[in-house]
């Protein structure tokens, strides 16, 4: 099991993940994953030794290399980020990620006002994609200040 979670509290979001379930931010228009899998494919990024084009059209998208339940305990990669009111916090499963791109999920949310709306319309573009996995996804909006 992959697993992420949130704490949005004033105008900090502390995030942490396991596995290939992952941390968006939309913010003024645009995406960005602000989580890095635990997983081979990952490794294999980092150390350069395949392109992200390779990576898109490998067989090996879900070999995790942290995950729940595997070992009696697992360590949380969590981090801190500053967030603005209007970010847009995506907490996915490799469901929706693996089914559409970085791309096609901002092109989703760009054409919506409405976290509920725009929920859905990420589990539908991921069905209608193929749909192999469960497909997750919780959508926030930050608000207010720092203290």
Do not use: F
């Amino acid at each position: 099991t992959t697993l992420v979670v949130a704490v949005l509290r004033d105008a900090r979001l502390l995030l942490g993940h396991i596995g290939d379930s992952r941390g968006y931010r939309w913010r003024e228009g645009e995406l960005s994953q602000i989580t890095r899998d635990h997983s081979l494919l990952q490794e294999q990024l980092d150390a350069g030794l395949i392109t992200p084009e390779q990576a898109a059209a490998s067989n090996n998208k879900n070999l995790v290399t942290r995950a729940v339940g595997v070992e009696d305990t697992v360590l949380l990669e969590t981090h801190l980020h500053q967030t603005q009111p209007g970010d847009w916090i995506l907490l996915c499963s490799d469901g929706l990620s693996d089914m559409i791109d970085d791309e096609q999920i901002a092109a989703v949310l760009r054409q919506h006002d409405s976290l509920p709306q725009a929920a859905q319309a990420l589990v539908q573009a991921a069905n209608d994609a193929g749909g192999r996995d469960n497909i997750s996804v919780v959508l926030v909006r930050a608000s207010g200040t720092a203290p």
